[in-house]
């Protein structure tokens, strides 16, 4: 098999093509070729860390200039390197044509100037990242602190560009050293968004601090030599529980792991719901979009949706007429947003159709052309099947009550879109008692704004490192040595103390 496409190695500015090798993507269909990254690992880490320092004569209005800069230049239908990045995806992503353009076409506002402004303001304080912030302790000394980069390795995940480009935008805001793996399965995404830089900021610092490559996972020639607090401070690892569980093992004092590690999603429709035929209507359709948008891949993707009507022959039919109108809702999304899955999981539709043929228990609605399906539970319990729900297939259970909802979170429990707000204004101190990391407006599960925590964790302040300049007055702040010295003079320190 031929190479369809190359992933360089883009190394501070220079883009590397030389001593490729064969790769294959996630999914077996394709082959890349990439530089065999044991011949290059040596150079991918500073060979000293006093070479930041160009980062920090950087104002952040510099910072800002730049990125803005890139955001003008991201515009895809005039971007090369995101047109190859495109079509390199179309061959290692699961997505559907139209749906992998339109993650393309949304990253150019992520680079605005108020967007990067309000994130780094709303995520670590404007005025950490640009100096010493003072303040002054109840014993008198005087602190200055301040938010410094680190040298960070990124592991993102490969479901959409935009995880490429929040990585690449964090890692500015933080003036972070930043090494990037391509997933590959979005093998180019990142490197287009790097090529840009380089067009736009050629010899700067803030491109002279951006590495980013492919090299096959657990592979030990590249990864004992680079995973290494000499080279790395933190490793920042999004993706499977396998390859987050993997990265552990080179965590050591000095190298510290920034899990956004693999998440479920669930839902709470309340009793509400049910008022009349066009609240029905709007609450379908709102579920249908938390479920469908990028072909239920994501995290924050509904699946399970819990709704508050009761078990008895009334609550069931009203579940069950919800589960027709969700799924009317879902195939008639527009493309962009959802589209019958291209690799839908036979052993899913395995169980559905056996799930079709227990009628007691399920009502399937839809399903019978992999299109997407709707599974009504005709009591209050999820299928057993419910950790493999994907490709548009979700499963609604009738509760009576909220402990059936609440036994159901746990520390994998990412987002809960829940309807109406009054529920979740009632539901936001227990919830996350359980594990719950986000509530959301129902129809926003996947509409998540960058300026906000993920995964119940602010990632860039993480990425930060929080140093102290403390200043002591011995007139002001009693020092350990005068406590040594004569009696009468140490009685009245002490009173002090």
């Known amino acids: 098999m031929s190479a369809a496409f190359t992933v360089p190695l883009f190394l501070r500015g220079e883009v590397i093509t030389d001593d490729l090798v064969p790769f294959g993507t996630r999914g077996g269909g394709s082959e890349f070729q990439g ?11 500073l060979a000293n860390p006093m070479q930041m320092a160009d980062l920090y004569d950087l104002g952040f209005d510099e910072i800002l200039d730049v990125l803005e800069a890139v955001g003008d230049a991201l515009v895809f239908e005039k971007n090369a390197h995101m047109q190859e990045a495109y079509e390199a995806a179309l061959l290692a992503n699961p997505l559907p044509a139209a749906m992998l353009k339109n993650s393309y076409q949304i990253l150019q506002p992520l680079f605005a100037r108020a967007n990067v402004l309000e994130v780094a303001d709303s995520q670590v304080g404007l005025n950490y990242l640009n100096g010493w912030v003072p303040q002054r302790l109840a014993d008198g000394r005087e602190l200055r602190v301040r938010a410094f980069g680190s040298r960070v390795l990124h592991i993102p995940a490969g479901n959409g560009g935009l995880v490429s480009a929040v990585t690449i935008l964090r890692s500015v805001i933080a003036r972070c050293d930043t090494i990037i793996k391509a997933p590959s399965n979005d093998p180019l995404t990142a490197m287009a968004i790097a090529r840009t830089l380089a067009d736009v900021a050629p010899d700067h610092p803030i491109t002279k601090h951006l590495v980013v490559g492919y090299w096959k996972g657990g592979d030990l020639s590249v990864e004992e030599e680079l995973y290494q607090p000499q080279h790395i401070e933190k490793i920042v690892a999004w993706g499977g529980l396998a390859s987050v569980k993997h990265v552990t093992r080179y965590i050591q004092p ?40 990028a072909n239920q891949e994501g995290c924050a993707n509904a699946r399970v949706i819990y709704v508050m009507s009761g078990t008895d022959a009334a609550g069931i039919a009203n579940a069950n007429r919800l589960g027709e109108m969700i799924y009317e809702a879902l195939v008639a999304l527009p493309e962009f947003i959802s589209t019958p899955p291209l690799h839908p999981s036979r052993e899913l539709f395995e169980h559905l159709e056996a799930s079709r043929m227990t009628e007691d228990w399920y009502r399937v609605i839809g399903g019978e052309h992999r299109e997407g399906a709707i599974v009504v539970s005709q009591f209050d319990s999820a299928v057993d099947y419910s950790a493999m729900l994907s490709g548009r297939v979700a499963n609604i259970v009738p509760v009576d009550s909220l402990d059936k909802v609440t036994g159901a979170v746990n520390a994998y429990t990412q987002t809960i879109g829940i309807y109406p707000e009054s529920l979740k204004r009632q539901l936001r101190d227990q919830l996350p008692l359980f594990g719950a990391q986000r509530l959301t407006s129902l129809g926003y599960a996947c509409n998540v704004a960058i300026a906000m925590p993920q995964d119940a964790i602010e990632p860039i302040r993480r990425m930060c490192k929080w140093i102290v300049d403390e200043e002591c007055d011995p007139e002001v702040v009693i020092p350990l040595w005068r406590l040594g010295q004569a009696p009468g003079a140490a009685d009245a320190d002490l009173a002090q103390v």
Do not use: H
């Open 35 to 45: 530089p065999d990254m044991s011949k290059y690992v040596e150079r991918l880490p």
């Open 254 to 293: 000095g190298l510290e792991l920034i899990a956004l590690d693999p998440k479920r999603s669930a839902t709470i429709i309340g009793a509400e719901a049910f008022e009349d035929e066009a609240t029905m209507r709007d609450v379908a359709g709102r579920a249908a979009v938390d479920i469908g948008v």
